[in-house]
């Protein structure tokens, strides 16, 4: 077998400047997504630093890297958690879309993107990073606080609301006419329900197909079906993305516990080049001009999403301070906001460069202003026993 | 005495309760199957942390705990209630049930006694659901009947 040198000392390379600037964000109790964004971004066409062998490998990657994000989307939703959520946060849902969607459509429409464009970038203003946010709770210890359950539960529906938006925007960014659009976004929302059904009625002997005591096999087993259905959806002009969602969706219980489990590992280290591949899709010199309107939306949605995360809180009965936490928390914008755009592709030169400054922006930020408030307590002195 | 409850979509479980002397008190169960203890003192909102665990320390804080309690209610069960016995029963080497689950000796069905913990080298399978797989060497803790407990011995030497 013929060993491409050129090949593993990039990918080497690569991962060993990921692997150092994922240390650097652990260290600031920061989120990695930003950082790998950068590293995508001095990657790029035009840089100082281009990596001819790696580029085919890192767009394979990027693709895997997006599909193993959406299946572990799916593969964390339960029917049960959506349920309690459901019962509680309706209007926290309400609220949190209708404050945090329409900044994103506004200044879409002020850029003059087209609709799906408009759509995306609504879409990557209202959803926050669930795998940042979890993160920062658990960093910070606050899973035993009051309003944490009502920031979860904000998150839980958010993803639910990304099961219905992505294939919708899947389908709109495919194009087509109008009636093609909307019979696939039919076709898309019956998918998902269809993958609730058989979810909820057939989840456990779809999971005992699936299953196998062998970590290994079950490994094998749900990479090789999720592929292969992303690979169907993709022809069928609904996104691989979307199939392995509904993957993860169909999987449920024990075999989804132990999916997230074999599947994590995986996800990392390809969602990793999945961030690394977007940043290599901005051109550096297209983020000056959009810089003014990230830094803005930041701002906006930034202050939208604590008056979100506040209000959640105060369904559950949280104090002022909590109510700030819970606000807070809630502003990270990162994975989900770059697979939108991942999605809508490369149809949209102003998007990627707006979305990418703008969730490096709020990621940092997030994580940063939601610990500085948690710190504003003063403990006296003889509280600490 | 009374333990809250609390969903944590997407990262676990937290249980909420009163000690005798008024501490309130939280544990936060992960996933990943790590525990969080907190304490809530001059505000309700915010826990303050005490330590955590991972899957390994919880199970021997567990045992700790829980096991020296498991075995005197057996005691006591025992004691209280005429003709009802507690016995050990050891899982052969030459058991057709070894590796097999619980549910399929029929244990309790054919005799009477239930099976309401497994001893496995230095763990406690507290109340062992039928699925539970029964490995060679495991101590079965049984409760019934003197004859329903010589049965389930029958059953397992089989």
Do not use: C
Request: proline share 5%; no cysteine; aromatic share 6%.
């Amino acid at each position: 077998m013929h060993v491409s040198v050129a090949l593993l000392l990039e990918l080497g390379l690569i991962l060993v400047v990921l692997g150092t600037l994922g240390t650097l964000a652990r260290r600031l109790t920061l989120s990695p997504i930003p950082l790998y964004l950068l590293a995508g971004l001095a990657l790029g066409e035009g840089s100082f630093l281009p990596l001819p062998a790696a580029g085919e490998f890192i767009r394979a990657a990027a693709t895997i890297g997006l599909v193993l994000l959406l299946l572990a989307l799916g593969l964390e939703f339960s029917i049960a958690e959506f349920a309690a959520g459901l019962r509680r946060h309706v209007p926290s849902a309400g609220v949190d879309l209708a404050l945090n969607a329409p900044p994103g459509a506004v200044v879409g429409l002020l850029l003059g993107l087209d609709t799906v464009g408009v759509l995306a970038l609504a879409g990557a203003t209202f959803i926050s990073s669930s795998g940042i946010v979890a993160r920062v709770l658990t960093d910070l210890r606050r899973l035993g606080n009051r309003e944490t359950p009502a920031v979860l539960s904000v998150l839980v529906l958010e993803d639910f609301a990304m099961a219905a938006f992505l294939p919708v925007l899947a389908v709109l960014a495919s194009g087509g006419t109008w009636w093609q659009a909307v019979a696939g976004v039919l076709v898309a929302v019956g998918a998902v329900l269809a993958a609730f059904a058989a979810s909820y009625r057939w989840g456990h002997h779809i999971g005992r197909i699936v299953s196998h005591p062998d970590a290994e096999l079950l490994m094998l087993r749900i990479l090789g079906i999720t592929l292969v259905v992303a690979a169907l959806a993709e022809y069928v002009h609904a996104s691989a993305a979307v199939g392995a969602f509904l993957v993860g969706l169909t999987l449920t219980g024990e075999t989804a516990e132990r999916g997230r489990a074999v599947i994590a590992p995986l996800r990392d280290l390809f969602a990793a080049v999945f961030f690394v591949a977007i940043g290599v899709s901005v051109d550096p010199a297209a983020l000056p001009p959009v810089l003014p309107a990230a830094l803005a939306l930041a701002v906006v949605t930034g202050f939208t999403k604590v008056l979100t995360g506040g209000y959640a809180a105060s369904l559950d009965g949280v104090g002022r301070r909590g109510r700030l936490r819970a606000g807070t928390a809630l502003i990270a914008r990162g994975e989900f906001s770059i697979v939108i755009v991942g999605l809508v592709g490369v149809g949209h030169p102003v998007l990627a460069p707006l979305v990418a400054a703008y969730v490096f922006l709020l990621a940092v930020a997030g994580p940063f202003i939601t610990r500085f408030i948690g710190l504003t307590r003063l403990r006296p002195a003889g509280a600490v026993r | 005495m009374d333990v809250n409850e609390v969903l944590l979509p997407g990262v676990g479980l937290r249980y909420e309760f009163t000690n005798h002397e008024g501490d309130h008190i939280g544990v936060v169960a992960l996933r990943s199957g790590e525990f969080e203890v907190v304490v809530y003192d001059d505000d309700p909102d915010e826990g303050r942390p005490v330590f955590r665990l991972n899957e390994d320390e919880a199970e021997t804080l567990a045992q700790i705990l829980g096991a020296p309690r498991i075995a005197e209610r057996f005691a006591d069960l025992s004691r209280e209630v005429p003709g009802l016995s507690s016995g050990w029963v050891r899982v052969p080497e030459s058991s057709t049930f070894a590796g097999r689950p619980l549910g399929e000796t029929r244990a309790r069905t054919r005799t009477g006694a239930s099976v309401v913990a497994i001893v496995r080298d230095d763990e406690v399978v507290a109340s062992p659901g039928p699925g539970q797989l029964l490995r060679p060497g495991d101590v079965l803790v049984v409760i019934g009947t003197d004859e329903g407990i010589a049965g389930v011995n029958r059953i397992l030497q089989g």
